[in-house]
C-alpha cells in the first residue's frame, strides 16, 4: 500500500506504524524528559513507577507531593509528556483513559501543548467560564474517556459505582454529596 493511500494509522505496514510511534515519542521527549524527572524522583522517595500502555505512571512519593502541594489536590492525576503521575495506584488505574487522552494531545502538539493548555484556561478565564473544566483539552480528554475521572475519591458521586452510567462526564453538583464529576446516564 502506497503510504499516501493510507487512510488510518492502523492500516499503515507495520514498520510504518513503528517509524510513526517512534516520531510521536521524539516529538513530546523535551516534555517527557521533565516526566522522566519527576517519575526518578517518585521512585528515589518511595514512590511506586511502572510502565503500562506505554506510558511511565508514577505515584506515591514525589509525584503525591507534586499533586498536594503545588496542585493542592485539585486534581489526582497529571501528564507530563508520556509521563503520568498520581497520588496512588487507585488514581492512576480511575484516571489512565483520560490521561492517555492528554498523551494524544502532547503527540499531536508537541511542545506547544503546554502554552496551549495554559491558553485554553486563560480563555476559559476570561471568558467567564471554569479554567479546568472548560478547558478543550480537559473537556476533549473526558469525553473520550467515557467520563473516567480524574478528581479525587471525595469528589465522586455514588452513581459512578452503577454499572449503567457508562457515557460521557458532566458537572453535576447537585448530585453530588460534595460536588464533583459524575458520568451522564442515558437518561439524562
Partial sequence: MEPWNIRSEKEAPSHQRMMLKLLKYLWVFPVTLIGLLAAGLTAITGGSVQLIRGAIEASGGFAEWIIVYTLRRKVSCMTVGHVILGLDKDNLARA??????????????????????????????????????????????????????????????????????????????ETCTSGGFARRTPDT
Fill in 96 to 173: 489512565r483513559s483520560h490521561e492517555h487522552v492528554h498523551i494524544r494531545q502532547y503527540e499531536k502538539w508537541g511542545l506547544l501543548f503546554i502554552p496551549l493548555y495554559l491558553g485554553s484556561s486563560l480563555l476559559a478565564r476570561l471568558q467567564g467560564k471554569r479554567c479546568y473544566r472548560d478547558n478543550i483539552f480537559e473537556r476533549e480528554a473526558y469525553a473520550e474517556s467515557s467520563g473516567e475521572l480524574c478528581r479525587l475519591p471525595e469528589a465522586h458521586c455514588s452513581e459512578l459505582q452503577d454499572s449503567q452510567s457508562t457515557n460521557r462526564c458532566e458537572w453535576r453538583p
